[in-house]
């Protein structure tokens, strides 16, 4: 069944983890206004929940993401200016929004990739924290068959996932490359024939772990990927001084003493921004 405006984004949350679902089976997951205005309204509803650990993002039908639907804008011209202009003083329009929001959650993010990762797509499963692909994937940086550059933060995420002459030769020629090569080129963690199943198994073992020392990691290799060495140990300092001694903490100290049946549960994350 076509999917509908209602719809184009689907949210459950099972225990700690919060399954985001792109819902345009029939588009292949394309990219319209609706599905940008609910990806983004579906982050802003996790990020708020703090009880939520791990986030799995995922394409329902044959394929994860075949980027930007074409399609809708030539039917709406106006989408043009919606997605790629900014407000004056924003710092990303909303095309880079759709991407970036998954980077920037305080929480780990896993892209499970299958069928078609074309474009806008790829840029928002290179800007996840883990991407567990079928070997068969089908991926392109292909904006560069539209006469245009990858700029849903795909400059941002390739520079630290990849080598820039693999980087330019897949933007340069648009051409599409499998799930082992992806993984070949450091652009996905691992391959897996069941993606979803590795992603539940990595989604348990970063739940088990203190949630705010997970959201400080997250938030300390952002800070710091590539920073110089005084830097980097400045922010490893302060990011260690926000975890010290906070409940979090204790219980996972606690904890460390203890057998399995005798853990304590840990209470909701703290925010690190």
């Not at 068959?145 to 933007?171: C, F, H, N, Y």
């Given at each position: ?29 394309g990219l319209d206004w609706p599905m940008v205005q609910q990806m983004i309204s579906t982050a802003k509803s996790v990020r708020r929940n703090r009880d939520i650990r791990v986030v799995i993002l995922s394409g329902k039908g044959p394929s994860f993401c075949a980027g930007l639907d074409f399609s809708a804008v030539a039917k709406q011209p106006m989408l043009v200016p919606k997605l790629f202009l900014k407000w004056p003083f924003g710092k990303m329009n909303a095309a880079q929004r ?176």
């Amino acid at each position: 069944m076509p999917s509908t405006e209602n719809n184009r984004v689907l949210l459950e949350i099972k225990d700690t983890v919060a399954y985001v679902t792109m819902n345009r089976a029939d588009k292949h997951n394309g990219l319209d206004w609706p599905m940008v205005q609910q990806m983004i309204s579906t982050a802003k509803s996790v990020r708020r929940n703090r009880d939520i650990r791990v986030v799995i993002l995922s394409g329902k039908g044959p394929s994860f993401c075949a980027g930007l639907d074409f399609s809708a804008v030539a039917k709406q011209p106006m989408l043009v200016p919606k997605l790629f202009l900014k407000w004056p003083f924003g710092k990303m329009n909303a095309a880079q929004r759709i991407a970036h929001i998954w980077r920037d959650l305080p929480i780990p993010v896993i892209a499970v990739i299958h069928g078609n990762c074309f474009g806008g797509g790829t840029q928002i499963a290179l800007a996840s924290d883990f991407r567990i692909a079928r070997p068969d994937a089908n991926l392109s940086i292909l904006e560069m068959k539209w006469g245009l550059i990858p700029d849903m933060t795909g400059m941002v995420t390739l520079s630290r996932l990849t080598r820039l002459d693999i980087a330019q030769e897949l933007t340069m020629t648009g051409r599409f490359f499998s799930g082992i090569e992806a993984e070949g080129y450091g652009l996905m963690t691992r391959l897996a024939d069941d993606p979803m199943a590795d992603a539940e198994i990595l989604a348990g073992q970063i739940a088990q772990q203190s949630p705010d020392a997970v959201a400080a990691a997250k938030y300390l290799f952002r800070k710091t990927w590539k920073k110089d060495t005084w830097a980097t140990l400045l922010w490893e300092r302060w990011v260690q001084a926000r975890l010290l001694g906070r409940k979090n903490q204790r219980i996972a100290m606690a904890n460390g003493m203890k057998k399995d049946a005798d853990k304590k549960p840990f209470v909701r994350r703290r925010s690190f921004r």
